[in-house]
Nanobody, 122 residues
């Protein structure tokens, strides 16, 4: 069972990126899904979560208004649209799935994807 994250890269401040997370080995239709990130020397932190039906979302305060999480139900694929990127967004981004309410994904992750590097230059 894997969650395959992609879409990272090197961009300039103010640019946009879209991350994708696609499952293999199983679907995650009954799982809340989301994104976390880990910057060098820092702990992994919650970024965003989306409910099983894609209708409800939760965001860290640091990304509200700039990032949008969405979900393709049929493909169990989750996206993170990141706009107005700033250098502080530089991190390895991980997708995650949890058998839990989307509001609790920040505390309960059952599956982690491999990371994708996002680097924002000033």
């Amino acid at each position: 069972v894997q969650l395959q994250a992609s879409g990272g890269g090197l961009v300039k401040a103010g640019d946009s990126l879209r991350l994708s997370c696609a499952p293999s080995g199983r679907t995650f239709r009954s799982y809340a899904m989301g994104w976390f990130r880990q910057a060098p020397g820092k702990e992994r932190e919650f970024v965003a979560a989306v409910s099983t039906n894609g209708g409800d979302t939760d965001y860290a305060d640091s990304v509200k208004g700039r990032f949008t999480i969405s979900r393709d139900i049929a493909r169990s694929t989750v996206y993170l649209q990141m706009n107005t990127l700033i250098p502080e967004d530089t991190a390895v981004y991980y997708c995650a799935a949890g058998w839990t309410d989307y509001m609790d994904l920040k505390n309960t992750v059952h599956y982690w994807g491999q990371g994708t590097q996002v680097t924002v230059s000033s």
